[in-house]
């Protein structure tokens, strides 16, 4: 008895899992290789009454042809997006050439080394004025957007000199020109300072801080 039972038990769990795999049928549609009212018969299908052996069953009937008969066939697009195009982030990059300017007035030496004739040289020991009035301060600017630098002198501590640099130093893009492919060129410019007056302190241990000059770098998009 126990075995019949287990057999019966057995043969309805078998009978579920076949219901349960037949849950899955073919059905016609887009994406059907074999779409409706074109399959699974044979004859003429624009008539009306349809032959007697049109089966009106999806599926196409097979035939006994060699390997490779056409079952069907479809076309499947195939698209591409590419991602927006991002926004430009523009980067300033400037740099300048000296850390600091070294101007020399009088000479208290009695003498001096020439390096241009290698040597020594005899001068006034009370020897005034400038030697190197002038200098200059280059400045680059890599920055893909012009840029503007002012200069200005500030914490001066000596009132017998006076500091006169450029006011203002303008440089463009170094950006390529309308494009964004491509190298770009760096600019350069350079701001002049001039010293003149005379130093009313003594500074003979060699070159001393009597002031600054900022260097303030700007956007300068018009």
């Known amino acids: ?5 287990a057999t019966a ?8 899992a076949v219901t349960i795999n037949a849950g899955a049928v073919y059905s016609d549609g887009p994406n059907s290789f074999t779409p409706a009212n074109t399959a699974n018969n044979t004859g003429n299908l624009n008539v009306d009454p349809r032959p007697a052996n049109h089966l009106d069953k999806a599926g196409v009937a097979a035939t006994t042809a060699a390997n490779g008969e056409s079952v069907g066939q479809a076309t499947v697009d195939i698209k591409v997006k590419t991602g927006d195009a991002g926004s430009t982030i523009h980067v300033y990059a400037v740099t300048y050439s000296v850390t600091e300017l070294n101007f020399q007035y009088g000479n208290a030496a009695d003498i001096i080394w020439n390096p241009e004739t290698l040597k020594y040289e005899t001068v006034p ?13 280059t400045v680059t600017n890599y920055s893909d957007l012009p840029i503007k630098v002012e200069a200005t002198v500030q914490n001066k ?24 492919a491509g190298t770009g060129t760096a600019k350069t410019g350079t701001i002049s300072v001039e010293v003149s007056g005379a130093p009313t302190g003594s500074y003979t241990d060699g070159f001393t801080k009597i002031g600054e000059l900022l260097l303030k770098v700007t956007n300068n998009v018009t």
């Open 1 to 5: 008895m126990k075995k019949v039972l």
């Open 9 to 16: 038990m057995a043969l309805a769990m078998l009978a579920s």
């Open 125 to 137: 020991s009370s020897g005034s004025g400038w030697t190197n009035p002038s200098q200059d301060i």
């Open 157 to 180: 501590t000596d009132a017998g000199v006076t500091i006169t640099p450029d006011s203002t130093l303008e440089l463009e893009s170094a950006a390529p020109t309308g494009s964004t």
